[in-house]
């Protein structure tokens, strides 16, 4: 047998600690996973409470156009229906553009570190990486244009960046798009858009009609606190929607996670409380840092990227002996570092004197 030769130094997704594992490695009855950058109030009530009824006619092959999701989803984006392709989370539909766009003999571009599948799918399609080292937590957008040649083919932009939780403003990506050459697609990555509150955010779906390279990727599976059930959407102009549709599995999101969006997207009180919420539990956490004088980047997202005296996998041992899975830096590509999703009021206070009583003896 003879797999792509690319696969050979390629691993498959190491996944975090599970709860149980940990509960039962280090005798613990509350673990509390900080790591994913879940939603920690779960999700909608109203989804919950229908939840029964969607299970329903599971024999039956799901609507492979996700009509009734689509029309509610439009509606609410105020975009036609057209300009939509939903996706087994957002995941898929950066593998869907790849499989699309990308060959040998093709480059793309993207920051580095940033969200780990545009690499991952590129290199098995056969494309040349080129990334672009962040600075300040931030992507460095002079430089990853200059990267770009007549060979390139996607330009990824992923704003927040995971893991720094930086956004990228207006007038960046304005500068982006208008000195981007129209034959290089620009994808923009807004798996945390529920959560930006920035004023100089980018409005990126009303940009559609200006730019006919952009694509924007969301995703239910952060605010919409649905992770688990694997549902994302990409929003571009049309044309750029029917050149990705033949490289879509025909059923690739299941009846039960359209129903839930179609649901979730329904109690915006939900989404409007739980990032509420978060924004205070962030904002004490900065000031915590502030107090430590640990190092951090601005976050628009539900998480941040602590800076630490010691090292990013030695914080995570010890977090993880008190209850905590968080993720440590070295394993983000960014070394003495840890990555905290923000959590409930109550748990992040107990994380932060652990991270304090860690500290504690070592000079700064
Ligand atoms: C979590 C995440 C995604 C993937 O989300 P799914 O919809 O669950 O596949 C995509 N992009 C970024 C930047 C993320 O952090």
Known sequence: ????????????????????????????????????????????????????????????????????????????????????????GSDEIVQIICRTFLEAGANTVMATPTFPQYKHNALIEGAEVREVPLEDGRHDLPSMLEQIDERTRVLWLCTPNNPTGVHLSTSEIKQVLENCPSHVLVVMDE??????????????????????????????????????????????PKEIISTLEPAREPFNTSTIAQAAALLALDDQEFINETTTENSINKRKLMQFLDEQ??????????????????????????????????????ALGLPNSIRLTIGKEEDMAVIQSEIKERLIGISK
């Open 1 to 88: 047998m003879k797999a792509k030769e690319i696969l050979k130094g390629m691993t498959p997704y190491k996944p975090g600690k599970q709860i149980e594992e940990v509960k039962k490695e280090y005798g613990l009855d509350k673990i509390v996973k900080l790591a994913s950058n879940e939603n920690p109030f779960g999700f909608s009530p109203q989804v919950k409470k229908q939840l029964p009824q969607l299970i329903e006619q599971l024999e039956k092959y799901p609507d492979g156009y996700a009509s009734a999701l689509r029309k509610k989803m439009a509606s609410f984006l105020e975009v036609d229906q057209a300009q939509l392709i939903f996706g087994n």
């Open 191 to 236: 798996a945390y858009y529920e959560y930006m509150e920035a004023e100089d955010a980018f409005d990126s779906l009303s940009s559609l009609n200006q730019y006919e390279n952009l694509i924007v990727l969301r995703t239910f599976s952060k605010a919409y606190g649905l992770a688990g059930l694997r549902i994302g959407y990409g929003v571009a």
């Open 293 to 330: 004088g640990l190092d951090y980047y601005p976050s628009e997202a539900n998480f941040v990227l602590v800076r630490l005296p010691v090292s990013g996998d030695e914080m995570f041992e010890h977090l993880l002996s008190k209850g905590f899975i968080v993720r440590s830096g070295e």
